[in-house]
Nanobody, 125 residues
Framework: QVQPVESGGGLVQAGGSLRLSCTVS????????MAWFRQAPGKEREFVAA????????DYADPVKGRFTISRDNGKDMVYLQMNSLKPEDTAVYYC??????????????????WGQGTQVTVSS
């Protein structure tokens, strides 16, 4: 089964930066919006950011707005999440997933499919 593969997580100090990458492939993903979610221990999976199939539209959760940037390169089959000014509360496993349509239309995990295995991000204080 085709699924995304996330990478780029790690341990970073508060205030630092990380760039997450999500490798996707083929028409299964290029014609759809893509999103990043995260899940901290003991918490529900939550929306982080989404990007339309063309890359022209984006959406961000309030806690990350102004600090995180989502982007995609369909020619390279990649989706990225640049995370700056990281905070300890950003610590979580980060997942990318395919959205339900071409456009930024949903923040609900249940409406996304083709989930990756996730990459751990740990921010120390």
């Amino acid at each position: 089964q085709v699924q995304p593969v996330e990478s780029g997580g790690g341990l970073v100090q508060a205030g630092g930066s990380l760039r997450l990458s999500c490798t996707v492939s083929g028409r299964t993903f290029s014609n759809y919006a893509m999103a990043w979610f995260r899940q901290a221990p003991g918490k529900e999976r939550e929306f982080v950011a989404a990007i339309s199939w063309s890359g022209r539209s984006t959406d961000y959760a309030d806690p990350v707005k102004g600090r995180f940037t989502i982007s995609r390169d369909n020619g390279k089959d990649m989706v990225y999440l640049q995370m700056n000014s990281l905070k300890p509360e950003d610590t979580a496993v980060y997942y990318c997933a395919r959205g339900p349509t071409r456009y930024v239309s949903s923040r609900y995990p249940g409406q996304h499919d083709y989930w990756g295995q996730g990459t751990q991000v740990t921010v120390s204080s």
